[in-house]
C-alpha cells in the first residue's frame, strides 16, 4: 500500500493499492502526526477504517476530511474542521497489528537486530522470540521475530522512533526490557539469556532464619540447604549478601563466605548456616519523645533484603554454575520493648503529677512552713520516678 498524495485544500488523502492483489484495510488507521512524531501516540486525528474497506489492485481510495457517501473509491471521516491544512503534517497508514504500512511524504524505514545468546557464552538460541513495541505507545501491538538457528534476528520496516525490546526462550528467563532508538539510524541489540529452573544445576531449596535470642542481639543465623540437580558432581562456594533500603545493589556481609570442602552428586544436599554480624542493622530510632519527654513508636519494623549467592564448580577446566536466591528478613521492635515504653510514659506522666504537686507545696512553705516537708517528701518521689523512667528507657535502647 502507498499513500500517494495529500490534498490539503480539498482535504483528503489518496491510498493507492500498488501490489496485484486485493487488500482488505478493515480497522487500518490512518493518522495525522505534525512533523513525523510517530510513534508518540499524541496524534492529533486517528480515523479508523470501517468494515469491508477493500482496494483492489491498482486502484486508489481517497479518505475525504468532511462529510458524504461511502463508495468503493472514496471514504469520509465525517470531520467538521481541517485536519491537513498544515504544510508539516505527516499522513501514517497503520496495518490492523499496528506496523506502519506507508507514509506520506515517504519517511526512511529503520531495522534493529542481533543474537540472542546463552548467558556467558557466544552461542546462539535458535527459536527465541524477540518482541519489539513502541517505548511512546506501550498499548500498541508489538512486533516479534524468531531466532535463526544462529541465534540471530531481525526487524524491518520500522519507523523511525524508540522500541521497547524483550527476548524470551521456554528453558530461560525472560530478558529485562530495553529501549533501542532508531531515530537516526539502524541499530543492533543482543541479549544473553540464563538457563531458567528446568536447566538449573544447583539451586537454593530452602532458606530458615534462626532466631536465638539473646544471641540475636549481637547477631543472627541464616540456615540454607543447596541442592545439586544435575547429573554432575560439583563443590559449592557461596556467601550472604544484603542491601539495605537505600543501597542500589547488594554487598558481602562481612566473614560469612564459605566453601562446600567436598563435592556433592546427583540429588545430594549441603547445608550450611551463616553467622552474619548484627552490623547495626537493628539500631534505628523507633520511636520519638516530644518536649515534655513523652515518647512515641515511629517505624517499629524494618524490611532488610538479602541474597545468597553461590557457584558450582565442576571442573577447573569448565566455566562454574553461578546463582542467586533472594529473600526478604523483617526486624521488630519487640513486645518487650514496647511495652517498657509504656511504662515509660507512666512515670514520666508521674513525674509531672508529682513536680505539679511539689509545685503547690512551696508556695504553702511561704504561707505555712511546717508544710516544707511535703516539699522534700515530693522532690524524693521525683527522683525515684526519673530511676524507675532511666530504667525503662533503657530497655527501649536496648538491642
Do not use: C
Not at 208 to 227: A, S
Not at 234 to 248: A, G
Not at 289 to 295: I, V
Amino acid at each position: 500500500m502507498k499513500i500517494r498524495k495529500i490534498d490539503r485544500v480539498k482535504e483528503f488523502v489518496e491510498i493507492e493499492n500498488n501490489s496485484d492483489k486485493t487488500v482488505d484495510i478493515s480497522n487500518w488507521k490512518l493518522l495525522d502526526a505534525e512533523k513525523f512524531k510517530h510513534p508518540n501516540p499524541k496524534y492529533r486525528h486517528i480515523f479508523v477504517f470501517p468494515k469491508g474497506t477493500i482496494v483492489k489492485p491498482g486502484k486508489v481510495l481517497r479518505v475525504f476530511t468532511y462529510s458524504g457517501t461511502n463508495t468503493s473509491s472514496d471514504i469520509y471521516q465525517n470531520r467538521k474542521a481541517p485536519i491537513w491544512n498544515n504544510k508539516d503534517d505527516i499522513a501514517i497508514l497503520l496495518d490492523n497489528n499496528g506496523n506502519p504500512a506507508a507514509t506520506y511524504p515517504s519517511q526512511p524505514l529503520r531495522t534493529i537486530s542481533g543474537y540472542v545468546y546463552k548467558a556467558g557464552t557466544e552461542k546462539g538460541i535458535s527459536g527465541a522470540a524477540v518482541s519489539a513495541s513502541l517505548s511512546a505507545n506501550p498499548n500498541a501491538p508489538a512486533r516479534s521475530e524468531k531466532t535463526d538457528s544462529n541465534g540471530f534476528y531481525l526487524f524491518t520496516n520500522l519507523m523511525p522512533g524508540k522500541y521497547t525490546l524483550v527476548a524470551s526462550k521456554e528453558g530461560f528467563v525472560t530478558s529485562d526490557t530495553t529501549t533501542v532508538d532508531v531515530t537516526k539510524g539502524d541499530a543492533s541489540q543482543n541479549f544473553y539469556l540464563t538457563p531458567s529452573s528446568k536447566e538449573i544445576k544447583v539451586s537454593v531449596e530452602k532458606i530458615e532464619i534462626i532466631l536465638d535470642p539473646p544471641e540475636w542481639n549481637k547477631h543472627h543465623q541464616v540456615k540454607v540447604t543447596f541442592k545439586n540437580k544435575s547429573e554432575d558432581i560439583y563443590y559449592f562456594e557461596t556467601m550472604l549478601k544484603r542491601k539495605w533500603p537505600n543501597d542500589d545493589g547488594y554487598s558481602e556481609v562481612s566473614g560469612t563466605q564459605q566453601s562446600s570442602k567436598k563435592t556433592y552428586g546427583k540429588n545430594s544436599t549441603w547445608e550450611i548456616t551463616f553467622t552474619a554480624p548484627k552490623d547495626g542493622w537493628m539500631d534505628w530510632n523507633w520511636y520519638s519523645k516530644n518536649s515534655l519527654g513523652y515518647a512515641k513508636e515511629e517505624i517499629i519494623s524494618k524490611k532488610i533484603q538479602n541474597q545468597i549467592w553461590f557457584k558450582a564448580i565442576r571442573d577447573e577446566d569448565e566455566p562454574p554454575f553461578e546463582g542467586t536466591k533472594e529473600f526478604e528478613v523483617v526486624v521488630k521492635v519487640s513486645k518487650d520493648k514496647r511495652d517498657a515504653l509504656k511504662k515509660y510514659n507512666e512515670y514520666i506522666n508521674d513525674i509531672w503529677l508529682a513536680t505539679a504537686a511539689g509545685a503547690g507545696a512551696a508556695i504553702g512553705v511561704i504561707l505555712f512552713p511546717l508544710l516544707a516537708i511535703a516539699v522534700v517528701a515530693d522532690g524524693a518521689v521525683i527522683a525515684l520516678l526519673k530511676i524507675k523512667a532511666d530504667e525503662e528507657e533503657k530497655k527501649m535502647k536496648d538491642p
